[in-house]
């Protein structure tokens, strides 16, 4: 067959037939959908029978139901390519030559009404040489077809060919798809994470299906896939896991909610709804968490050394009376002496697990030390029922042993420097003990917690244990696991913050994945040797590194990469699949009043007009983010903050500290001295502000530059 013309560009021979299979592929998948909504009507009608077959129609029902998130696809393709196999040697058409197996590879399997498949799922094992095989390992394959798509329209194929028909072809370089890959990339950004499926390499793809038991670490540069391989492994493990993982759950923990909202679509464009995302503060109750401490704060706060500081905390609200308690019970009186409340206490000590639990033996022990001291025979029953709600009794328990919650504990602490030198003597220096301290609120239900509070308030839930109220409303002592837990941007996660993720995970199922060079907070890990000390290790850890850059043009990630030597000059930046790109600027604003942000708003439109469609981000420091959305707003300049609204504004300023992770058509990263002097890892910081853009980079400067920068010809004058 010959090759048809399309406005002066060859088109592929085969392009019409592979349209018509994708279209059947479509009716079967719609087909598939009805057959579900049908099942699903049925599962539905009527409310009667055993307690049994009401169990076994929840079961059936939530089992359709998933299945048709399943097929609900959207706007994503549904059929992204084929691979053929090589033939066996045995002919299977008669007379003529052998032929090997066809299988189209999509997001999710399709089958038609005989139940033959017509689209497999791209977890599956047979779907792995598509992501796999190379020229040097081709894994059984004879050609692996890429689709170019829109929709269900197909737009273009590209063949890649393997064995001998692959003779003369080019060097194998590693990428597969390259033109799929490249088109990808290319697209304008939305302001939320897309999957990959369709493009995913050979080293994303060994670590997608990796397998799951244990901690896996992957470390990964910038614009490498780092964070959608992860999600994208953790589609995989629950398509290849589904029992247990649907009842144990799959946790996906990223560093602030701007992150999750940038990555919530990935999991369901997968089909995987059922995946919970969530920040540190999600995983406990009852508490409103907002904003970072000061870095003293949040790196004593971060430091193992807090586990003692808070048991001891928690002892020290285990007390004698200071004098003895004496309360009438009718005509006599009634003692319990500081040296039987001493007894008590200690009693409780031994036999309590959680300190809530042991409340009810200090109870116990104090009504029976009462009953006790009478001169007639009482039953300490008796006494408990006419006495439990005296206040000199109630005073009495609460200064023995108060039932705590996790934040009443850390708001009496805080609020108390007496408290906080009792518990941290000899542990914390008295910088960091006043560090801790901050005024206490009237109500402890008014307190708006940091982010750097919330292991601390779960490590005080594990000392604690519930309270006897939150036990009668279902609360337990026990923490939700989960089957596996994801963890990005972990190379920021202090101590405390890494065993409150151990505490749950219920089996060491762990991917962590990073990049240590980005490690920006008030605890960067130096290695990952030390992450991995501070998680659950039931066998050896695994490592993974990916190492091509597909997002960052390779001249942005040349400038970058002379700030990584003195960031982490033992990491290596990734190698970059694409080379050209226009170089960064880097432009000197007119050193006056409001010189910066005029320069900003001048090079934010000129990146506007010049992305299209896309979007830019204002990536600045923090004490710049309400002057520069000042000056926008006082322009016309239509824009968002990060902080706000994510980035669903074509332009957002995003402060340095927020941007980890994310990705953007353009970005003006604003004033680097000053990040240098405000950020707690100064060149890490300024390495990830420098990494976030797919196209252009500007960088904008009142304050000399960093001598990094420099010397620097493509420098303008503004």
Not at 17 to 32: M, R
Not at 87 to 116: K, L, M, S
Not at 571 to 589: C, E, H
Request: one cysteine or more.
């Amino acid at each position: 067959m010959g090759h048809q013309r399309h406005r002066g560009r060859t088109l592929h021979p085969e392009l019409e037939a592979e349209q018509a299979y994708i279209d059947y592929a479509y009716e079967c998948l719609a087909a598939a959908r009805e057959r579900a909504t049908t099942l699903q009507t049925m599962v539905e009608v009527g409310r009667g029978g055993t307690e049994q077959a009401r169990f076994e129609r929840e079961v059936i029902f939530d089992t359709i139901a998933q299945r048709l998130v399943q097929l609900h696809l959207g706007d994503a393709t549904l059929c992204f390519g084929r691979i053929d196999t090589e033939p066996d040697g045995v002919a299977t058409n008669g007379d003529g030559p052998p032929v090997g197996d066809t299988f189209y590879i999509g997001r999710v399997a399709v089958a038609d009404a005989n139940q033959e498949v017509v689209v497999v799922d791209w977890r599956a094992p047979v779907a792995e040489p598509f992501y796999r095989a190379t020229g040097r390992s081709p894994m059984g394959l004879a050609r692996r077809r890429h689709f170019a798509t829109r929709g269900p329209k197909l737009l273009d194929i590209e063949d890649e060919l393997f064995g001998e028909r692959a003779l003369g072809l080019g060097a194998d370089d590693g990428i597969s798809g390259h033109g799929a890959l490249m088109a990808a990339l290319e697209t304008a950004r939305s302001g939320r994470l897309g999957d990959i499926v369709a493009t995913i390499q050979g080293e994303q793809d060994e670590i997608i299906r990796a397998p799951m038991p244990g901690l896996l670490v992957v470390q990964g540069g910038p614009g490498t896939g780092k964070t959608v391989v992860a999600l994208h492994r953790a589609a995989y493990l629950l398509y290849t896991h589904r029992f247990p993982l649907e009842d144990q759950g799959v946790l996906v923990v990223g560093p602030n909610r701007l992150f999750l909202g940038y990555i919530e679509q990935v999991l369901p464009s997968l089909g995987e709804a059922g995946v919970e995302l969530a920040v540190l503060g999600d995983l406990i109750d009852s508490v409103r968490v907002r904003d970072r401490d000061t870095p003293l704060a949040a790196r004593v706060k971060g430091d193992a050394r807090m586990i003692k500081v808070l048991a001891k905390a928690v002892r020290d609200r285990k007390r004698p009376l200071r004098r003895d308690l004496v309360v009438g019970f009718g005509l006599t009186r009634l003692r319990v002496t500081v040296a039987d409340s001493q007894r008590i206490v200690a009693d409780a000590r031994r036999r309590a697990r959680h300190h809530n639990g042991g409340r009810r033996f200090v109870e116990a022990g104090l009504f029976e030390a009462l009953a006790a001291s009478s001169r007639t025979p009482l039953d300490a029953s008796e006494v408990r029922s006419r006495l439990r709600h005296d206040p000199a009794v109630r005073e009495a328990l609460e200064r023995m042993w108060p039932v705590l919650t996790p934040a009443e504990l850390l708001h009496d602490l805080y609020g108390s420097r007496g408290l906080i030198e009792l518990a941290a003597r000899g542990k914390l220096s008295a910088e960091e003990q006043a560090a801790l301290h901050r005024p206490r609120s009237e109500s402890v239900d008014a307190v708006v917690w940091r982010t750097d509070d919330v292991p601390l308030l779960d490590e005080a839930r594990s000392l604690l244990g519930a309270t006897p109220k939150g036990k009668r409303h279902g609360d337990t002592d026990e923490v939700r696991t989960y089957g596996h837990i994801v963890v990005d941007e972990a190379q920021d996660l202090s101590p405390m913050q890494l065993r409150m993720l151990g505490r749950r995970s219920l089996n060491g199922s762990m991917t962590i994945v990073g990049d240590i060079a980005q490690s920006t907070g008030a605890w960067p890990h130096a290695t990952w040797d030390e992450v991995l000390e501070l998680l659950p290790q039931r066998r050896e850890p695994r490592r993974a590194e990916l190492t091509v850059g597909y997002r960052i043009p390779g001249p942005n990630m040349d400038l970058a990469a002379r700030v990584l030597t003195e960031a982490a000059p033992e990491l290596r930046p990734p190698r970059s699949v694409r080379q050209d790109g226009r170089p960064p600027r880097i432009v000197a604003a007119t050193p006056v009043e409001g010189g910066l942000a005029e320069a900003v708003l001048r090079l934010t439109r000129e990146e506007v007009r010049a992305v299209g469609t896309g979007n830019v981000a204002v990536i600045c420091p923090s004490s710049l983010v309400e002057p520069l959305s000042a000056a926008f707003t006082e322009a016309g300049l239509d824009h968002g903050l990060a902080s706000n609204v994510g980035l669903g504004n074509q332009v957002t300023i995003v402060p340095v500290g927020m941007v980890k992770g994310l990705e953007l058509d353009a970005t003006v990263v604003v004033e680097p001295a000053t990040i240098l002097a405000e950020e707690p890892q100064p060149m890490r910081s300024l390495y990830v502000a420098l990494t976030r853009a797919t196209k252009l980079l500007t960088i904008v400067h009142a304050r000399p530059l960093p001598p990094v920068l420099l010397p620097d010809p493509l420098a303008s004058s503004a």
